[in-house]
């Protein structure tokens, strides 16, 4: 049974425009969540995260929103550029020292020039 | 330098053999991963390490072990390589200083069993 969820396996968008990518989840436990950014023959790299006390985060051009009610956090990338084109992952954890990530699958974000 | 490394970053081998990938770190973590990467599939965790005399199994451990030498080195072995296992292996360590488990990954191994 997945729990993390990336029901979008691609996205294109314009160069400064904006990107969102979604993911949901379905653990009511997870407390800790994560985006991942992944370059081809490169390993994942540390985006940005949120802990389950805050709704938003935000870092540059990068902003992570949750909704727990509904179980949902979006990832969004202000303005898009060439450079952002890769895979992003989300990962989610439940905090006490013995969980670890669990990741969706992945979204291929393209940005066009 | 990078933090996190991996050794080999590719790597052929036919069915049957026994294969070690190393991970080396940097970073002082006590925490040390294993994931294979399939595509489609995203990351999934092989094993897991939280000090050097803890090691746990995640949820695809069957076919792998590991060796958690030191606190900078956690390595992986397929003791008899079969096709299935043909992946991107990733390495990564982790600490809490973002207000949660937060993890670094190397660079990957390509691992391909013929």
């Known amino acids: 049974d997945q729990q993390v969820k990336q029901n979008s396996p691609s996205l294109s968008v314009q160069e400064g425009r904006i990107s969102i990518l979604n993911c949901d989840y379905t653990n009511s436990m997870f407390d800790y969540f994560l985006w991942y950014k992944k370059y081809p023959a490169e390993g994942p790299t540390f985006l940005i995260s949120i802990s389950s006390i805050k709704d938003k985060n935000e870092d540059g051009r990068f902003t992570v929103f949750l909704n727990k009610s509904a179980k949902h956090l979006s990832l969004h990338i202000v303005p898009s550029q060439p450079g952002d084109s890769a895979v992003y992952f989300c990962?989610?954890?439940?905090?006490?020292?013995?969980?670890?990530?669990?990741f969706g699958k992945g979204t291929k974000l393209t940005v066009n020039p | 330098d990078a933090d996190v490394t991996q050794t080999p970053r590719n790597r052929i081998t036919k069915t049957g053999k026994r294969i070690m990938l190393e991970c080396s770190q940097t970073k002082g973590h006590d925490r040390m991963y294993w994931y294979r990467q399939d595509p489609g599939l995203g990351l999934r965790l092989i094993y897991y390490s939280f000090d050097v005399k803890d090691i746990n199994k995640g949820e695809i451990s069957d076919g792998y072990s590991v060796s958690r030498q030191a606190q900078a080195k956690f390595s992986l072995s397929l003791e008899s390589a079969i096709p299935n296992q043909t992946a991107l292996y990733f390495c990564a360590t982790s600490d809490w200083t973002r207000g949660g488990d937060t993890q670094y990954f190397g660079p990957g191994t390509r691992l391909t069993v013929l």
């Open positions: 990962a989610a954890q439940t905090q006490g020292g013995s969980e670890k990530l669990v």
